[in-house]
C-alpha cells in the first residue's frame, strides 16, 4: 500500500492525450513539488518533470505536470509509440522525519 | 556532461554487507545532492537515501538501521552500504544526483542478488 497512489495502468493510441493522476496528502504533495520519471525496463529512470511543472532540457513539451491541492497530475499529448513505459510520481514526505515518496507507478501502454 | 558509472558485488550471500559504488565524471561529488534508489524484482521504485553536501544523509525509515551513503570526495564517488542483506534486498540498484529536488542523472543500474 502506497501513501502516494497512482492508477496502476493507463492506455491510449497514438495521438491521443492521457493523464496519469497522483494522489497524496497534505504532508506531501500539499506542501512540497512533485516530480515524474519515465522509466523503461531495463533501463535507467529518466526524469521528465521537477517543481511540479518544470521540464529538463530535452524533454519535449507534450509531457507537462501540474499541481492541485494535494494531488499531481502527468499529461502526455500526442501519444507515441516510444512513450510506452513505466511512469512514477514522487515528492518529499514531511511526516516520519523526512522521507522521499515514489509512487506505485502506472504501466502506460500505447494500443 | 555529468555521467554516473556504478560497479559493486552483484551476487551476495544472506546476511553479508551489500557495497556499491558511483563514480561521477562531470560534477564535483561535493557540490550537490546525491542519492540512491531501487527496484525489486516486479515492483515499483523505492527510495533509499540522499547524501547533502553538508555531510548530512536523510534515509527511508524501512531501511535507516542498516543503510549508510557516503562520498569519498577524493575519488569523487558515493557508496551505499546495506548491512545484513536478506533476499528482500535483492532489486536493481541506482545512483543519482539530485538537482532542484529531483533526480536529473542517474547511473545505470546494477543488478544484486541476495541469495544462498
Known amino acids: 500500500q502506497f501513501v502516494v497512489t497512482q492508477p496502476p495502468s493507463v492506455s491510449g493510441t497514438p495521438g491521443q492525450t492521457v493523464t496519469i493522476s497522483c494522489s497524496g496528502g497534505s504532508s506531501n504533495i500539499g506542501r512540497n513539488s512533485v516530480c515524474w520519471y519515465q522509466h523503461v525496463p531495463g533501463t535507467a529512470p529518466k526524469l521528465l518533470i521537477y517543481r511540479n511543472d518544470q521540464r529538463p532540457s530535452g524533454v519535449p513539451d507534450r509531457f507537462s505536470g501540474s499541481t492541485t491541492g494535494s494531488s499531481a497530475t502527468l499529461a502526455i499529448t500526442g501519444l507515441l509509440s516510444e512513450d510506452e513505459a513505466d511512469y512514477y510520481c514522487?515528492?518529499?514526505?514531511?511526516?516520519?522525519?523526512?522521507?522521499?515518496?515514489f509512487g506505485g507507478g502506472t504501466r502506460l501502454t500505447v494500443l | 556532461q555529468v555521467q554516473l558509472q556504478q560497479s559493486g558485488p552483484r551476487l551476495l550471500k544472506p546476511s553479508e554487507t551489500l557495497s556499491l559504488t558511483c563514480t561521477v565524471s562531470?560534477?564535483?561529488?561535493?557540490?550537490?545532492?546525491w542519492g540512491w534508489v531501487r527496484q525489486p524484482p516486479g515492483k515499483g521504485l523505492e527510495w533509499i537515501g540522499y547524501f547533502y553536501f553538508s555531510g548530512s544523509t536523510s534515509y527511508s525509515p524501512s531501511l535507516r538501521s542498516r543503510v549508510t551513503i557516503g562520498v569519498d570526495t577524493s575519488k569523487n564517488h558515493l557508496s551505499l552500504n546495506l548491512t545484513s542483506a536478506t533476499a528482500a534486498d535483492t532489486a536493481v540498484y541506482y545512483c543519482?544526483?539530485?538537482?532542484?529536488?529531483?533526480?536529473?542523472?542517474w547511473g545505470q543500474g546494477t543488478t544484486v542478488t541476495v541469495s544462498s
Open positions: 543519482g544526483r539530485v538537482l532542484l529536488g529531483a533526480m536529473d542523472v
Open positions: 514522487a515528492v518529499w514526505d514531511d511526516g516520519l522525519s523526512g522521507r522521499e515518496l
Open positions: 562531470g560534477d564535483s561529488i561535493s557540490r550537490s545532492y
